[in-house]
């Protein structure tokens, strides 16, 4: 499944297996004979859609199927509609899409600026939601988002895929068993190479006013994980950070001297990324931009960065566990570290998705070292893998065994989309109860925007005081 992977992002063999344990999927009811499939359009038709367009038209066709597209750029459209002919819609032509394509639900793929009205408006149209992390930006947001889901009574699905990784699932079980008591803090470094971490400030990111910031759009992955690892909510947040490494301040500050404005073109340059090199990109913005002007390859050095780059956190939830932690978007290597301490012991979670970013002699970054002819990912030093070990009080410790996942993101997406497609055929429920709804999303997010609110005021920030429009408990 490569198109479920942000091209810069790592594919390190957790996510390039095709094989799961059995131990780590869900178990499903075949399809009724005769039972319709349901009728699903999708809103943004940029390189994330590619999930679950390409899972509609392959192992999930049975129960769902692809009926409209939403996007006011024709030419992304024209990317997934080479044969279809599927009925075409703009954003502001949403309800009419619902009624006349009798759509049923509304997978939203937007920048994330526009979630929470796709959101609000496909619910109230009559269709039931997928949504890409992050649910939404601010609390105006959630409020809205919250407040037409409890008018409508329709649902939101939350793919937050990390969850479905098994090191995820792992951490979860472990501590769900009480092998290390009861959780009295967590630490959780995340680092993004200058590969990946460079990407945020080429795209529509860098703006905070789209994105939310690091905070809200990629990290409110990783405050869902604490969430669910707890199973507790955010109460308090104070956060430090800013921009250190890219934008144009930043760059001049180190003496990078004259930049390009893009990196299509530009030869032997680490940081530039060159559209031209993948299809799919080519395709989807290179090809597209005419229409609306989007480029998808500004040197992340370039004016115009609003985001950080080095933030730094510190979380109190409500069960009295404490969070501290990081995240770097110019590491040399990519990956996390968690730390779960416990009274009974301790448990480390260590993933290392890209060991290093390797340059051919051009100068030009390789992605993938270990498929490069000659050319070693693991020096010893900092091998990939994954590896979660536990220790308790008075004992040696051990190394707690982690199954085979399947497709990107650490092995979770595959497994994640049997979930959104087949929930309803579902036997029994998840014991690592991994779908996750609005609540959900609310609650992750809570902890990037109240770091937001920090960053500005530079003081601690109460959950509560962000009135999101539903109580987290």
């Not at 599927?86 to 600026?113: G, K, N, S």
């Not at 889901?149 to 990390?162: P, S």
């Not at 400030?201 to 703006?207: K, V």
């Not at 998705?353 to 490069?372: H, I, K, M, Q, Y």
């Amino acid at each position: 499944m490569s198109v479920d992977q942000n091209p810069t992002a790592p594919r390190p063999p957790s996510s390039r297996s095709t094989t799961a344990s059995a131990s780590v999927i869900p178990d499903f009811d075949p399809v009724p004979p005769g039972r319709p499939r349901r009728r699903y359009a999708v809103v943004g038709t940029g390189h994330r859609a590619g999930l679950y367009i390409e899972a509609l038209r392959g192992e999930h066709a049975d129960v769902g199927q692809i009926v409209a597209w939403c996007d006011p750029n024709p030419g992304r459209i024209d990317y997934y509609d080479e044969q279809d002919g599927l009925p075409r819609f703009r954003p502001d032509q949403l309800e009419e899409m619902v009624a006349r394509c009798r759509v049923d639900v509304v997978i939203v793929t937007t920048p994330d600026l526009h979630h929470a009205e796709m959101v609000d408006r496909a619910l109230r149209a009559g269709a039931d939601v997928v949504v890409e992390k992050p649910l939404t930006i601010d609390a105006p947001g959630c409020r809205r988002i919250t407040r037409a889901v409890r008018e409508t009574g329709r649902d939101v699905v939350m793919t937050f895929n990390y969850r479905y990784a098994p090191r995820n699932s792992s951490l979860r079980e472990v501590i769900a068993a009480g092998l290390v008591g009861e959780v009295t803090s967590v630490h959780f470094e995340w680092a993004l190479d200058t590969v990946h971490g460079a990407d945020y400030f080429r795209r529509w990111h860098r703006d905070k006013a789209n994105s939310g910031g690091l905070l809200v759009h990629k990290s409110s992955h990783h405050f869902d994980l604490v969430n669910w690892w707890l199973n507790d909510v955010p109460e308090r947040v104070f956060a430090l950070g800013g921009l250190r490494f890219y934008g144009d301040g930043a760059a001049a500050q180190r003496g990078l001297g004259d930049r390009p404005e893009r990196g299509t073109g530009t030869p032997g340059d680490p940081f530039s990324l060159d559209l031209r090199d993948d299809p799919r990109l080519k395709a989807l913005y290179l090809d597209a931009e005419h229409h609306d002007g989007y480029r998808r390859d500004l040197d992340p050095f370039a004016p115009g960065v609003s985001i950080e780059d080095n933030l730094s956190l510190l979380v109190e939830y409500a069960g009295g566990a404490a969070l501290t932690y990081s995240l770097n978007a110019h590491s040399p290597w990519e990956g996390y570290r968690v730390t779960v301490n416990g009274t009974a012991g301790r448990a480390e979670l260590e993933v290392i998705e890209r060991s290093f970013v390797e340059l051919d002699v051009n100068g030009r970054v390789v992605l993938d070292p270990s498929a490069t002819p000659g050319a070693t990912a693991d020096d010893g030093l900092r091998p990939q893998r994954d590896r979660l070990v536990v220790q308790r009080h008075w004992e040696r410790p051990q190394e707690y065994a982690i199954p085979d996942g399947i497709g990107g993101h650490g092995g979770g997406d595959a497994i994640l989309l049997k979930d959104v497609f087949r929930r309803d055929l579902r036997r029994g429920s998840d014991p690592r109860a991994r779908a996750a709804g609005c609540l959900d999303g609310v609650r992750a997010v809570a902890v990037g925007i109240a770091a937001n609110r920090s960053l500005q005021t530079r003081l601690p920030v109460d959950v509560t005081d962000l009135e999101l429009g539903v109580d987290l408990v």
